[in-house]
């Protein structure tokens, strides 16, 4: 049975940063791409990033308002992804979920199990 | 950046057909997959690459995409498909991919 489980969400200042994790079981993480996923309270989903695997260089990808700031990373070896969040914001603020890529090597696809989600706050 | 147009609410009543929207630049170039999402839930895939069923999901749920519009169809529709629907591509030129807005079901 597929898994994704997200943890490391909680309370943040603006302007600080949180590490979140995404740890993987059923499949074989080292071969799938990972994306994250967020979603504001009352709003719609919205893309964060994407990274490859390792036969695919472990590329990343970002979304526009979260490039510079964000960075997407993995341990193939404790089947995890990682999403390490500086510089937040406000409107950051969101559920972030963690999902399983499934498609071709050029990245077009789409993503077949969710993480339960785990909720960012950012505020002073 | 590529851009998804889904209406904001759709409404239906019992054992009607409810037909969902995405509207997008020549979408019927690309792969459309579709989302299902209740309240305090995670998303669940109901169709992939445009008209395909993941197993589990019934056949009363299915996709068309040609030109400038994706459909999402419920057949026969219940209180339970009751949910936020999302339709999604992946947008080659800028290796992003894209969700449209959402549309909230409304079984009446």
């Known amino acids: 049975e597929v898994q994704l489980v997200e943890s490391g969400g909680g309370l943040v200042q603006p302007g600080g940063s949180l590490k979140l994790s995404c740890a993987a079981s059923?499949?074989?993480?080292?071969?799938?791409?990972m994306h994250w996923v967020r979603q504001a309270s009352g709003k719609g989903l919205e893309w964060v990033g994407r990274?490859?695997?390792?036969?695919?260089?472990?590329?990343?990808a970002y979304a526009a308002s979260v490039k510079g700031r964000f960075t997407i990373s993995r341990d193939d070896s404790k089947n995890t992804a990682y999403l390490q969040m500086n510089s937040l914001k406000t409107e950051d603020t969101a559920v972030y979920y963690c999902?399983?890529?499934?498609?071709?090597?050029?990245?077009?696809?789409?993503?077949?199990?969710w993480g339960q989600g785990t909720l960012v706050t950012v505020s002073s | 950046s590529y851009v998804l147009t889904q209406p904001p609410s759709v409404s239906v009543a019992p054992g009607k057909t409810a037909r969902i929207t995405c509207g997008g630049n020549?979408?019927?170039?690309?792969?459309v997959h579709w989302y299902q999402q209740k309240p305090g839930q995670a998303p669940v895939l109901v169709i992939y690459?445009?008209?395909d069923r993941p197993s589990g999901i019934p056949e009363r749920f299915s996709g068309s995409n040609s030109g400038n519009t994706a459909t999402l169809t419920i057949s026969r529709v219940e209180a339970g498909d009751e949910a936020d629907y999302y339709c999604?591509?992946?947008?080659?030129?800028?290796?992003?991919?894209?969700f449209g807005g959402g549309t909230k079901l409304t079984v009446l």
């Open positions: 990274i490859r695997s390792k036969a695919n260089s472990y590329a990343t």
């Open positions: 999902t399983r890529h499934v498609g071709d090597a050029s990245g077009d696809g789409f993503v077949d199990y």
């Open positions: 999604q591509v992946w947008d080659s030129s800028s290796d992003h991919q894209v």
């Open positions: 020549n979408i019927g170039s690309k792969s």
């Open positions: 059923g499949f074989t993480f080292s071969g799938s791409a």
């Open positions: 690459y445009d008209s």
